[in-house]
């Protein structure tokens, strides 16, 4: 499973907004390469987190997967707490994460900075993972747009976005 099938997976599930940072586009260098996820049938970037990242590269903050070596990257999912739950086999917050791989690829994992807030990630996805990422994508794009929608029942749609 490559960054592009990715793409194409999500984007098929309507109402995504997928930004692809770039040199002259005004984002962070840093982000250049990485490709992020959000609810936004509008098109407009809400003010909130993606529901899906695909990052290419280490972060300062975020080197326990490797990312640097050649043709690697992570899928990250806020696939919701009972997926992660079902993968993981505990809580978010209640995860030991003491010998974990977290660059192991084709396994799916709880995120090494974001898994207490109930993110899973696989490392270049292949055989083993393609079907769940997929699955994960789906979970996290229902949660997204049933969060999108409660904000605009509530009035609050507009503080939301930009």
């Not at 109402?15 to 982000?31: C, F, Q, R």
């Not at 326990?64 to 070596?69: E, G, H, N």
């Amino acid at each position: 499973m490559d960054i592009d099938k990715i793409i194409g997976h999500v984007e098929n599930l309507g109402g995504v907004l997928t930004l692809k940072p770039g040199p002259g586009d005004g984002s962070p260098e840093v982000a250049w390469g990485d490709v992020f996820f959000y609810y936004a049938p509008d098109g407009v970037v809400p003010r909130t987190q993606p529901f899906a990242t695909v990052v290419t590269k280490d972060y300062q903050q975020d080197k326990a997967s490797d990312l640097d070596r050649p043709d690697t990257f992570r899928v990250n999912i806020a696939a919701g707490t009972p997926a992660y739950i079902s993968w993981i086999g505990s809580s978010p917050k209640e995860t030991d994460t003491d010998g974990l791989d977290f660059a192991a690829t084709d396994t799916v994992l709880p995120h090494p900075v974001y898994g207490r807030m109930g993110w899973l990630c696989v490392v270049n996805p292949d055989a083993e993972t393609t079907a769940t990422v997929e699955d994960l994508l789906r979970e996290a794009h229902r949660l997204a747009r049933e969060r999108y929608h409660r904000r605009d029942r509530s009035g609050l749609a507009g503080l939301s976005r930009a």
